[in-house]
Every structure is written in C-alpha cells, then in structure tokens.
C-alpha cells in the first residue's frame, strides 16, 4: 500500500525529496512516518506527521534540514532533504497507520503497521 521512491546519490550538502504514496482511499486517516536504516545500524526514526499535517516531529539530528509534508488529495508523503551529510546515508522507509493505538507515539516503529519498501539514500563526501 506503500511506495516510496525518491532515492539516489547526492553529494554532502545537496538536497533530496522522498515521496512515499499511498493506493488506497483512506490516505488522510494514516498517521505517517520516516524512519531510516543506515549500514550496521538499526532502523530509527527521521520524521512523522499527524493525519491533517498541523503537527510534525523530527529526529533531533535532522531538524531544520528535513521536512516533512502531506498531500492528501494526493494520497501522498514527502520528505525535504537539505543539507545532507555523509551519516544521512541509509534506507529510507515511510511507514503508516490508520488506526495507532491510543498512546501511541509517532517515532516508536511499532505504531505503525504499513511500510513502504524502502528508498537508498547515498550521500557521497
């Protein structure tokens, strides 16, 4: 249900958008995450954004060069990157989830129960 695409080589300090879209009809009701996985590295959190996009969260490594957006007529996604570094280097993967439980919280991995196949981001130095 998930596809994200966007990915390639950049060189340090160019930027990069991710798009992660959605097939379904109920795009605007998923709370919507990136989150990414570096070489050796567990998966992390980058970003996420509420279902109407008023409300973002961001990594603290990757804030004021990320950003995150929404287009829900769109059943889309995205993710602004600027000023990439070597270390931003990873799979990038959006995730999202209709119905999250209560509590939950947008950078934990198991509040979201779709994911995208994943989108590599290599950032040359």
Request: glycine fraction near 12%.
């Amino acid at each position: 249900q998930l596809q994200a695409s966007g990915g390639g080589l950049v060189q340090a300090g160019g930027s990069l958008r991710l798009s992660c879209a959605h097939s379904g009809r109920t795009f605007s009701s998923y709370v919507m995450g990136w989150f990414r996985q570096a070489p050796g590295k567990e998966r992390e959190f980058v970003a996420a954004i509420s279902r109407s996009g008023n409300s973002t969260y961001y990594e603290d490594s990757v804030k004021g060069r990320f950003t995150i957006s929404r287009d829900n007529a769109k059943n889309t996604v995205y993710r602004q990157m600027y000023s990439l570094k070597s270390e931003d280097t990873a799979v990038y993967y959006c995730a999202g989830d209709p119905a999250p439980v209560y509590d939950f919280s947008y950078s934990k991995q198991a509040t979201y129960g779709y994911w995208g196949q994943g989108t590599l981001v290599t950032v040359s130095s």
